[in-house]
Every structure is written in C-alpha cells, then in structure tokens.
C-alpha cells in the first residue's frame, strides 16, 4: 500500500480520496474546506494543515483542483522541491493542455513522474469508484500510476504524452454538451407539439438519434428517476464545470486553428444560461433555457 498526499477534496476529490482509504492506502488530504477535511478523516484519512505538510512523506501525490491557474501555484519549484526522490504525481484536474504539459516538463526535470488524468463520470462516479481516468504522460508513467487509479476507477485509458488527457478529456466534454443541447432541442420540440417525453425518448433510442444523453442522463423531468433532472437538476455536473470545460475546448481549437462551430455555439448557450443565475444546477438544465425559462 501506499503513502497518498490528496489536495483537494471537494466534491470530486473527496470521494475518490475515500475510495483510497477503503482500498488500504494511507491517504493525507489537504483542502481549504474544513467540512472537506473532516469528511476524510471521518472514512479513516488523516488531514493537513498544508499542501507542502501533506506531501511530506508521500510516495503519490494526486491533486483535483478547480482551474489551470491553482495547479500551477501547487507545482511551484518550492513544492517539487520539497518531494520524496522519484514521486509519483497525478493531476487530475481538467485543465489546458498548456498547463499540464508545463508541470509535468519541470517535474520530470526534477526526477518525478507525472501524469494528467483527468476523469469522466461525475461526483456518482467518484462515489463509487467507477470513473473514467483519461491520462497523458509516458508509458512508464501510466503503468506505475495504474494500479492508483483503479482504485478510484474502471475504465483507465492512456491517451498520449503530457497534455494529452487534458485534449481528450475537453473533446469529449465538447461532443457531451453539443449532443445534450441537441437531445434537449429535440424534447423541447416534441413536447410543444403534445408529445410525451418519455414516449419521444424512447423512440428516439432505438432509432438514429441514439445517444448517451437520452439513454442516462435524460434532461426532461420525470423521465428517468436517477438523473438530475428528476431532483430539480441538483447533483450532478454543475452548468459552470461545463462552461469552463467548453472554454477549455475553444482555448484548444484557437492554439490549432481548428473549426469549432458546434462547441462554440455549446459555449455561448451554457454561459448565457450561467449568467442568469442557473451556473451551480446540472448541466442537463440547458433545456429549460431552450424552454425560455430564466430560473
């Protein structure tokens, strides 16, 4: 088993934290959150006051953190620096590619390995330890941090070098919010014309409209009992995650002068309806902008 320093413990790294305990590591967890820390170490974890106190003795490091901007003030020189020789890190954070390869090019200069592993599969799936891990890194990298991550997950993929996970990751986040508004469209405009949603829905999964949206994560309320669209759209994948992860996207397409229509059109929507107050509800919501509601 090992020694596992956790920063950040929110909604996402928490669960996946605790996930290591029961698997018998002996996890260290720093967060900003209070709340954050005692939830860990109500499950068997110990806290910190500190990052740089977390990583004193740690073999791993993982870090889930809100932006680009926060992993790099984690990775400063004065914290790699601070490392046990030849640490294993793992940042799974969504964030750009830039970013993540910068990070890992000066830890890997200090003689650690380092992987970006962005995840997929929501706060459900950080609970129960199902997530998708998407890395990028070397392939000595990946195959000392995959007994690690499939502690947290099921589905571990490696998808390149440093910067890797984080593409792959916002591409599909992209195709996962341009096919839930267009999902949305098609029950906004179904039930307009009187048809049930759940009939619509139905339909629509055995024929070519088939897509994940409709078969797990149905937007319209009522139609599916788990999604966060029959609790009021609480949980879930909040409307700003998505905002964030669709700017990501276009950050990406503008550094490779791709075309990307379609999740720029996904962008506009997601912020717009942000801005009307609805940014912390699931993402799944965009129907009832579609719907001309405001809250």
Known sequence: MKKIAFIGLGNMGGPMAANLVKKGHQVVGFDLSETALNSLASV????????????????????????????????????????????????????????????????????????????????????????????????ESFEVAKPILECMGQNIFHAGDSGAGQVAKICN??????????????????????????????????????????EVYNPYPGVMENAPASREYSGGFAVDLMTKDLGLAAEAGLETKTSTPLGNTALNLYRMWSET??????????????????K
């Open 44 to 139: 068997g974890g110990k806290i910190s006051n500190s990052a740089l106190e977390a990583v004193k003795e740690a073999e791993v490091i993982i870090s889930m953190l809100p932006s680009g901007k926060h992993v790099d003030e984690l990775y400063s020189e004065e914290f790699i620096n601070s490392l046990q020789p030849n640490t294993l890190i793992i940042d799974s954070s969504t964030i750009d590619a830039v970013t993540a390869r910068s990070v890992a090019n000066i830890a890997v200069s200090k003689g650690h390995k380092m992987i970006d592993a962005p995840v997929s599969g929501g706060t459900a799936g950080a609970q129960a330890g199902t997530l998708t891990f998407i890395v990028g890194g070397s392939q």
């Open 173 to 214: 986040n992209m195709l996962l919010a341009i096919h839930m508004i267009g999902t949305s469209e098609a029950i906004n405009l179904g039930t307009r014309h009187g048809l049930d949603a759940a009939v619509l829905s139905e339909i629509m999964q055995k024929s070519s409209g088939r897509n994940w949206s409709l």
């Open 277 to 294: 107050g609805n940014g912390k509800i699931d993402f799944s919501s965009i129907i009832q902008f579609l719907n001309g509601k405001s």
